[in-house]
Structures are given as C-alpha cells and as structure tokens.
C-alpha cells in the first residue's frame, strides 16, 4: 500500500513541476518568437527605410544589444529581488518592445524599441531556464530545462507560420508599408499570456532558501519531492550556501574556473556556429540559390519545422544519452553539413533541393544537441549562491557572441561569398566537437548540489 501512495505523490509531484517548468520556458516562446520575426521583415524593411547592408545587420542586431544589456542585468536583479519578479518585468518589456516595433516612421524608433524588447528577452533567456533548473527533480531537470529551448524553436515555427500568412495577404507594396509592422505587433500576444500566467507559478525554492526564508520554500519543495526528500533538499541547500561567499571573483577561483570556461566556452560556440545566421537570414540564404521571394518564405518554414521536431527528439534524449554524447554527435554531423553547404555554393552546384537539404541536416543536428544542451547545462553548472550571476555572465557571452555573428553576416556573405562563410562556420563547429570531448563533463542525473561538489573534486 505504501508503495502505490509513494508512487502516485511521485506522479503529483511531476505533474506539479512540469505545468510550472512550462509556465516559466514560455520566455523561450517570447525568446524564440522576437529574434526569428525580423527574418520575414527585414526585406521589407530594408525597401521601407532605403537599408545598407550595414543597416540591414543593425536592423536584426539591435535587439541583440537589449538582450545583452538584460542578460547582464539579469543575475544581479533576480538575486536581489527573486526569478519571478524580474520575470514580470521582463514580460513588460518585452510587450512594449513588441507593439514599439510595429508603429515607428523612422528606422531610429524601431531600432530604440527593438532595444527595449531585447532587454526583456536577455532577462528570460537566462532566467527561465535557471528557474526550470531550480525548481526540477535531478532526474527530470534535463527535459524540464529543455522545455525552455522547446518553447524558442516553438516561438520561431510559429512565427515563421504568421510570416508568410501576413506577407502573403496582400501585395509587395502593403508589406513594405504595413505588413513588416504587424509582424513585430503579433508578438505582444504571446508576451500577455506569459504575463498573466508567472503570476500563478511559486518563486524559485532556493533563491528563497538564500534569502534565509527557508519556511517558505519547505511547501514548494514537498510538493516536488515529498516530505522525506524536501527535507533532505533543504539541508544541503543550506549546507551549499555555507561553503560559498556568493562573490563573482569566486567563479575564477581553481575550484570553479573550470565551470566557467565550459559555460562561457559552450555560450559563445553555440552562437559562432553560425545557427542565427541561418534563423535570421533564411530566406535571403535561400535566395541566394535562385529562389522567388515566396519560395523562400516557404523553404524557412521547413527550417522551423525540423528545428521544431528535432528539439523534441532532444527532450526525450537529454536524460537518456546524458547532455556530452549529445552535443558530441551534434556538433560532428553540424561540420560536415556546413562543409557540403560551402562546397555546394563554391561549386556553384546550387539548383535543386541540395543546399535546403543540408541546411535542414544542419539545423537538426543543432537541435538535438547545442540548441537544449547547452542552456541545460549553463543552468545547472554553476554552485546555488552564484547562480544567478554565473548565469547571466555566461548567457551575456552568447548573447554577444550572436551580435557579433547576425551583424557581420551579411556583409561577410555579401563580400566573402556564402561558401566561405559555411565554411567559417564548418570550423567552429569542429572546435566545439573538440572542446566537448576535452573539457565538457556529463551531468546527467546529479543533482545541483551534486554538480558543485564535482569542480572540487577535479581540483583535486
């Protein structure tokens, strides 16, 4: 008898910590939504306000700048005042930024709106997967985590859906004049419906632990865990803030300056790799092969659809094979898709499906492994006190790194030429393979606490 009563609290429990854990990865929707819109705009956009190459990387890039601001931010504001109310906050910002996009007559406006919209979406990218990690039990955390790169690659499907249909509602005249604008406005909804709903979700058990309200994360706890293993959590979260000072020069410290080369290291090689590149730019890529504006509109929902599956096909692995065998294969099969990318347009053999075929490998191959990975793993890497601030200096990393990478795009494209840019990208993704095989470590299955003690013992 006791044993079904275990078994059906452990069902409670899950079903508990999933619907949060979707509750929070639906930053990664707003995330995924507002960095994938301008892909369907920024042609119009560039015939609206007369766009130099230069111009046209501002114009996706920009954003970027806001979510490195927010990234930064992120970790000192939620330690101070909790994930959830900076999440609120983010919320807001990411609904102004959205409507902002939509009205402005100047290409300055929408450059300051769009800033202000990627304020919100650095905040979430690197709150909503450190609050899923939070909140998780060790042996679910790698897809409860995942559930947030779930929600981006969602967010950029659908947006690739509400592209073409907007685009394809009337002629190329009223998206030059209006149809670019109810692309950005469309997001303001999804940005609502996250609002409303992080008002029902707890605040995360161990920043309220750290700010000595332990009582108050005891409910939240029992709840995930059960009586017995709530308690026990509580006190080696405890135990865990004991050991540590919280500071920021503690991460270069020989214990965890490890940690920090593999999230910093994993943060900037997922974005070097080159897959906003092709997120940002799919359907000026696709016309590079001689594909009619349509045709490439369409070519990118492909795009959105495999990224769509195959991060599924992530969250069923990542608990299973473990996050390094992941990114290992990942990164292996993202080289050679990049490099027959480079061969085909150095070659000139781009007619026919070839280089949609590849991109679409290359995009799975992404997908199954640096795509969750490795916001699972800069989740869950860092010790409880510094967390947060560990978190956002890495997610600061990526996001600079993805600024770097979507603002010299297309003038490396349009002076280098498409094979030598794959082929860029074909380079980095061997170093990843490298740098995984070296200096990654497999987490799977421990617990936070867990993974801060394992940079102790490879010191010593």
Same mark, same amino acid.
Do not use: Y
């Given at each position: 008898m006791s044993v079904q009563i275990d078994n059906s609290s452990q069902q409670v429990s899950i079903k508990f910590v999933t619907l949060v854990s979707i509750?929070?990865?639906?930053?990664?929707?707003?995330?995924?939504?507002?960095?994938?819109?301008?892909?369907?705009?920024?042609?119009?956009?560039?015939?609206?306000?007369?766009?130099?190459?230069?111009?046209?990387?501002?114009?996706?890039?920009?954003?970027?700048i806001g979510c490195i601001v927010g990234a930064a931010a992120s970790g000192v504001l939620s330690d101070r005042f909790g994930r959830k109310k900076v999440l609120i906050a983010a919320a807001l910002l990411f609904i102004i930024g959205s409507i902002g996009s939509a009205i402005p007559d100047t290409f300055t406006g929408y450059i300051i709106a769009r800033i202000i919209g990627g304020l919100g979406i650095?905040?979430?990218s690197t709150l909503c997967p450190l609050y899923n990690a939070e909140i998780a039990p060790a042996k679910y955390r790698g897809r409860l985590v995942a559930l947030n790169q779930f929600a981006t690659v969602t967010g950029i499907f659908l947006v690739y859906f509400i592209n073409t249909s907007i685009a394809n509602h009337s002629d190329e005249a009223w998206n030059i004049a209006s149809g670019w604008r109810w692309m950005f406005g469309f997001g303001a909804f999804p940005g609502l419906v996250f609002?409303?709903?992080?008002?029902?979700?707890?605040?995360?058990?161990?920043?309220?632990?750290?700010?000595?309200?332990?009582?108050?994360s005891l409910p939240i706890l029992l709840r995930i865990h059960g009586e017995e293993l709530a308690k026990k959590e509580v006190m080696e979260i405890k135990e865990s803030f004991k050991q540590e000072n919280g500071s920021i020069r503690q991460l270069f410290s020989p214990a965890l300056r490890l940690a920090l080369i593999v999230g910093v290291g994993l943060a900037i090689l997922q974005q070097v790799t080159g897959i906003n590149a092709v997120m940002y730019y799919a359907p000026e890529i696709f016309k590079q092969t001689g594909t009619g504006t349509n045709a490439a509109l369409t070519q990118t929902i492909l795009v959105g659809l495999i990224n769509f599956l195959f991060t599924i096909l992530a969250i069923w692995l990542i608990d299973k094979v473990g996050r390094k065998v992941?990114?290992?294969? $990942?990164? /292996?099969?993202?080289?050679?898709?990049? @490099?027959?990318?480079?061969?085909?347009?150095?070659?000139?053999?781009?007619?026919?499906n070839l280089v949609l075929v590849f991109i679409l490998l290359y995009v799975a191959s992404f997908a199954v492994s640096l795509?969750?990975?490795?916001?699972?793993?800069?989740?869950?890497?860092?010790?409880?006190?510094?967390? $947060?601030? /560990?978190?956002?200096?890495?997610?600061? @990393?990526?996001?600079i790194a993805d600024y770097v990478v979507s603002q010299t795009f297309p003038p490396l494209l349009s002076s280098a030429g498409p094979a030598i840019t794959f082929w860029i990208f074909g380079i980095l993704s061997l170093v990843t393979f490298v740098f995984t095989?070296?200096?990654?470590?497999?987490?799977?299955?421990?617990?936070?606490?867990?993974?801060?003690?394992?940079?102790?013992?490879?010191k010593a």
């Open positions: 509750v929070a990865a639906l930053g990664g929707l707003l995330f995924g939504f507002d960095t994938a819109v301008v892909s369907g705009a920024v042609g119009f956009m560039k015939e609206r306000f007369t766009l130099s190459e230069v111009e046209v990387g501002w114009a996706v890039s920009s954003l970027i650095g905040i979430t609002l409303v709903l992080l008002f029902f979700v707890p605040e995360s058990p161990r920043w309220l632990i750290k700010q000595g309200r332990a009582a108050e992941l990114l290992l294969v $990942g990164s /292996a099969s993202m080289t050679i898709c990049l @490099a027959v990318i480079g061969i085909a347009f150095h070659t000139g053999h781009t007619s026919g795509g969750p990975v490795v916001w699972v793993i800069m989740s869950e890497i860092f010790p409880n006190r510094i967390r $947060g601030k /560990a978190t956002a200096i890495a997610s600061m @990393a990526l996001w095989m070296r200096v990654v470590p497999e987490t799977k299955g421990r617990s936070l606490e867990e993974i801060e003690s394992l940079w102790s013992a490879k």
